[in-house]
Each structure stands twice: as structure tokens, then as C-alpha cells.
């Protein structure tokens, strides 16, 4: 098989390139190691920056977003008690950011993909990359255990921080920064209406916490935790109860709890490559980076390495 860009991974990076590629008249394959249920299951980011919006208007899969995400001009800042709300909107002249869940956005993509008849590979396995300091870069994988060759002029690693693209490269091409944090974010799910209009980001002596959503019926919390914590030791109530103790008054009245469709905890660690770039291989998103998820930041991250590749 031959292709101008084979993209590794089927995440929002390898997903919103292969959109914008294909609205570019650029053909592109999509290997991705698991199943599109497998890539759907995964819980995680919620809030597209603006920048993140206007690619995925560009990219023509902003339809649902529209109609069915939540715009918010600012957030509150809760720091000694005390709510300060941050007016972004006015701030920036303008922009603003769309509560959106990232499952929502890949099955859009995921949607688009296949109307348009793109070709994606869900578990290609035992993925490898070969000959991208060359002009002619391959790129070999299983496919229901037949070997399979895939020729192409670039390969855009998309394949998240465990992928294989970034670990292709030699290791004296490459730079690695990394700072892990003493301490995770407990995020529980729930489909409970959320606390407030807006997110509340709150600072407390008992540790950060994080009020989120992801519709008007489904909310995601955050409770800062020690490393050392087991997700086993937080039912349900104790994690309410303790979000209580690190929220105000109006905040608690507020505050309608429910039984927890996920939880989990996941530590946080900066971690930066450099370059994105060797030869005809080009890293992006999570492949090249992790920052902590506060806003979906990796999420917006990825989205803008994508808009400059
Ligand atoms: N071969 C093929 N696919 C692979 C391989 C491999 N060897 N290794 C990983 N993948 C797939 C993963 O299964 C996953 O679907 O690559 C995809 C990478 O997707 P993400 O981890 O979501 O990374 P990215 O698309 O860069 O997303 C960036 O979105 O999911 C969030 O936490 C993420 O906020 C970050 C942002």
C-alpha cells in the first residue's frame, strides 16, 4: 500500500491531521493499535481553546460541537474562600472556550473519516517505523496476523506518549525534558448537573480541586491526592466529602452529588521532546509532549502542533 502521509494513531492529533490533509487534497492513512471502541472508551479531556474551535471549524467537524458544546466566557478562581471570577472573553477580546468532551470530538472525527471513505487501520499491531532520514520512509505492521508495508513520503507520529514513533529515533536526535509532580488528580465522573455555570478552580490548604464538566448533566470533578493514594480507598462519599471541605458556602449549596461512572487517578508530569521534527518523521501531540490536564491543555496542545504541521 502507498500513501503521502501514513499518521500513527488514531487519537485527536492523528485524527484532526487526517481531516485537515484530506481537506487539502492530501491523501493519508491512519494505523491505530487498537479497536475505534477501545480509542472511544477512554475518558478524558473536556475543554477546547479557542484555537482548538477554529481548527476543528476549518477542519469541517465543528457542527456538533455548535450545537451541542457549551461556550464559556471566563471561570472563577477560588483562593482563600473567596471567588474571583476571570472574565476571558473580555480579556482576550473575544475568545472563549467550549466545554466539548474529547469522546464527543473523536466520534466526530471518527465519523467524518469514514464518510469521506478514508482509510483507517484499527489494530494494526507491532507497528514500526523504517527509513524516515531517507526520502522514501515505510512504515511495517500486523494486520490479523499478515504482515503488512506501507509506503509513504512522511510519517506524522500521533501515537501519544507510549508510542513507538518517538521512540524510533536515535537517541542522540532527540532531547528530553521531564518533571513529575509529587502528587495526582483524583477525577471522578458522574451524570450529575454541575456545580456552577463555569468551571471553579480552587486552591485550599487540603490540596487543588477541580470543579468541571462535560454537559449539562454530566460533571467531572478533580481532588488533588499524594502520589501514595490508591483510587480503592475513595468511595464515592468520601470523595464528595472531601470536595466539600475544599469548596465555599455557595459552592456546597450548590452541589448536587451522585453515584461516580468513573474514577481515577492520574499523576501529573511534564514532559517535553525536542526536536518534533527528524528527517520525513514528524511528532505531534502527546507523541512529543505531557502537560498537567488542567483545561485540557494537551488536548489544545495537540490541536495547535497539528495546526502548524
Ligand atoms: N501503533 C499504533 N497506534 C498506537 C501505537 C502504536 N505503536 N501506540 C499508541 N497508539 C495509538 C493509541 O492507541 C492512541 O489511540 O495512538 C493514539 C494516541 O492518542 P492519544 O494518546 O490520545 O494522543 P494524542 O492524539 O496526541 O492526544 C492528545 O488528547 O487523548 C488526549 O491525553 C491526550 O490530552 C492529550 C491529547
New binding site residues.
Partial sequence: MRTQVAI????????ILGQLLHRAGIDAVV????TAD??LG?I??GVLEQVAVDLLDEAGVGTRMHAEGLPHKGFDILIGGRRHHIDLYGLTGGSQVMVYG?TELTKDLMQARAAAGLTTVYE????SIHDFDGERPRVR?LKDGVRQELECDFIAG????????RASVPKNAISNFERVYPFGWLGLLSDTPPVSEELIYAKHERGFALCSMRSHTRSRYYLQVPLSEKVEAWSDERFWEELRLRLDPKANADLVTGPSIEKSIAPLRSFVAEPMRFGRLFL????AH?VP?TG???????AS?VRYL
Fill in positions: 500513527i494513531g488514531a487519537g485527536p492529533s492523528g485524527l494505523l491505530e493499535a487498537q477501545y480509542v477512554r478524558r479531556a474529547q494494526a499491531k507491532e507497528v505492521y500521533c501515537d501519544g506518549f507510549h508510542g513507538v514513533c505531534a501531540g502527546d507523541a505531557i490536564p485540557a491543555k494537551g488536548l489544545n496542545l495537540a502542533d
